[in-house]
């Protein structure tokens, strides 16, 4: 005879029910339900066996696409050639030069210094 379970699992027993019934991914049940992935995963592998087995993978819609939005699978991303050093003065400037370049690096330098042209000499 099995003990009696605790409310978290009686409550995740449920919630992987609740998630068997529907059509949304895992992230986006997660997401419904205010609890995390992690959480997800590891009640999922706890409570084991076929009470939460897995759904089938989504179909494709009539129009020959996934059903899944492109949007959630892609970030955009910046590739640059080369580093770039970007130094930011207290006036608010903002000075970006090749990293590899110590000159270009030091001339910016200098001149943010003196932004207005202004001899600082005593």
């Not at 409550?11 to 029910?17: I, K, Y």
């Not at 529907?22 to 997800?40: I, M, N, P, Q």
């Given at each position: 005879?099995?003990?009696?379970?605790?409310?978290?699992?009686?409550?995740?027993?449920?919630?992987?029910?609740?998630?068997?019934?529907?059509?949304?991914?895992?992230?986006?049940?997660?997401?419904?339900?205010?609890?995390?992935?992690?959480?997800?995963?590891?009640?999922?592998?706890?409570?084991?066996?076929?009470?939460?087995?897995?759904?089938?993978?989504?179909q494709r819609s009539r129009g020959g696409s996934p059903s899944i939005r492109a949007s959630n699978l892609f970030v955009p991303v910046n590739v640059t050639s080369s580093p770039v050093a970007e130094i930011e003065f207290p006036n608010g400037v903002r000075v970006r030069v090749p990293a590899t370049n110590a000159e270009a690096i030091r001339a910016a330098v200098l001149a943010g210094g003196d932004p207005l042209g202004e001899d600082l000499s005593c």
């Open positions: 005879m099995q003990g009696k379970r605790n409310p978290a699992e009686t409550a995740w027993r449920a919630r992987m029910a609740r998630y068997r019934g529907g059509s949304l991914t895992v992230a986006e049940f997660c997401r419904r339900e205010r609890v995390s992935v992690a959480s997800f995963y590891h009640w999922r592998k706890r409570l084991g066996g076929s009470t939460v087995a897995s759904k089938p993978p989504r």
